[in-house]
């Protein structure tokens, strides 16, 4: 049986077979030992067969396991995010979060914000700008100071006095020192996505009337002035009124009304003291408005 011992030793005299037998009994020894050296080679090679198995058997498990890690890897990235989730705040909702940034921490808002610092000292992940729930119609609008953080590569296209619309999640609350000394302490925001809007056109806040030419001189026009933002304002209204050709400037009026609630309107009068000939043409030049 391949493998197993051979006994092989003197034999006793009276037992001692004639010489052909002894002759036959010596090949069959020599047969023997051969097997035996044939069975101690292959348990041998069956054992580095077994070891090779073994590594072979690791060698793909180890592969499979990178694979597996690489697929963990991607499975466990940041899935895209989802900006149904985030809800434009309005202003009295902007004002609670920055009176108090630490309660609202977690908050996913739609914010608007102008970029008021965004440079070496602020860093690639980092801006501050000034926030709030209204897209801004001009500079200095929006009047509470916020600081924006995010990957550098989704802030590398923002610039300094860009006006976004940005979804962020509130952070909390963030203490820095300022350039002049001293610290302040601002809202925090995590920034996901973020858009350039630019200023907001509100030229069509303004609605002129009839002109009413007046008895002894003078034009007064009436002006509708409707609140478009999603907190109260007033506003400051421009008109011109230029000839037909627009190559002269005949005279200029103001509008006023002050704290409109949104969408809220007024009608007021602007009111030309110059004489203005009947076929001048009268144009809004400027609307503005600031919270109130």
């Given amino acids: 049986?391949?493998?197993?011992?051979?006994?092989?030793?003197?034999?006793?005299?009276?037992?001692?077979?004639?010489?052909?037998?002894?002759?036959?009994?010596?090949?069959?020894?020599?047969?023997?030992?051969?097997?035996?050296?044939?069975?101690?080679?292959?348990?041998?090679?069956?054992?580095?067969?077994?070891?090779?198995?073994?590594?072979?058997?690791?060698?793909?498990g180890a592969a499979s396991g990178a694979e597996g890690g690489a697929a963990g890897s991607d499975e466990s990235t940041t899935p895209e995010v989802n900006l149904a989730e985030f809800a434009a705040v309005d202003a009295a909702g902007w004002a609670l979060i920055a009176k108090d940034p630490d309660a609202a921490a977690g908050q996913k808002i739609v914010i608007f914000a102008e970029v008021t610092q965004?440079?070496?000292?602020?860093?690639?992940?980092?801006?501050?700008?000034?926030?709030?729930?209204?897209?801004?119609?001009?500079?200095?609008?929006l009047e509470t100071n916020a600081v924006f953080g995010g990957e550098a590569d989704l802030l590398a296209a923002i610039t300094q006095g860009d006006v976004l619309r940005v979804y962020a999640e509130v952070s909390g609350s963030l203490e820095y020192e300022t350039a002049i000394g001293g610290a302040m302490t601002v809202p925090a925001l995590e920034v996901v996505s973020a858009?350039?809007?630019?200023?907001?056109?509100?030229?069509?806040?303004?609605?002129?009337?009839?002109?009413?030419?007046?008895?002894?001189?003078?034009?007064?026009?009436?002006?509708?002035?409707?609140?478009?933002?999603?907190?109260?304002?007033?506003?400051?209204?421009?008109?011109?009124?230029?000839?037909?050709?627009?190559?002269?400037?005949?005279?200029?009026?103001?509008?006023?009304?002050?704290?409109?609630?949104?969408?809220?309107?007024?009608?007021?009068?602007?009111?030309?003291?110059?004489?203005?000939?009947?076929?001048?043409?009268?144009n809004v030049v400027e609307v503005e408005r600031y919270t109130s």
């Fill in 195 to 282: 858009e350039t809007v630019g200023y907001l056109d509100i030229s069509g806040d303004a609605v002129l009337g009839t002109p009413v030419w007046g008895e002894y001189g003078g034009v007064d026009l009436p002006v509708t002035i409707t609140n478009s933002a999603n907190a109260t304002m007033s506003y400051t209204v421009e008109i011109v009124a230029v000839s037909a050709d627009g190559a002269v400037q005949h005279g200029t009026a103001s509008a006023y009304a002050e704290n409109l609630a949104p969408g809220q309107a007024a009608v007021t009068e602007a009111s030309f003291f110059e004489d203005l000939p009947q076929d001048a043409v009268i």
């Fill in 118 to 141: 965004f440079d070496s000292a602020t860093g690639a992940d980092t801006f501050r700008a000034n926030a709030g729930a209204t897209q801004p119609a001009a500079e200095y609008e």
């Fill in 1 to 60: 049986m391949p493998g197993a011992p051979f006994a092989v030793g003197p034999v006793p005299s009276e037992l001692a077979p004639k010489k052909k037998r002894g002759l036959k009994v010596f090949l069959w020894i020599v047969v023997g030992v051969v097997l035996l050296i044939i069975a101690i080679a292959a348990l041998s090679g069956g054992g580095e067969d077994s070891t090779a198995g073994t590594s072979a058997d690791a060698a793909p």
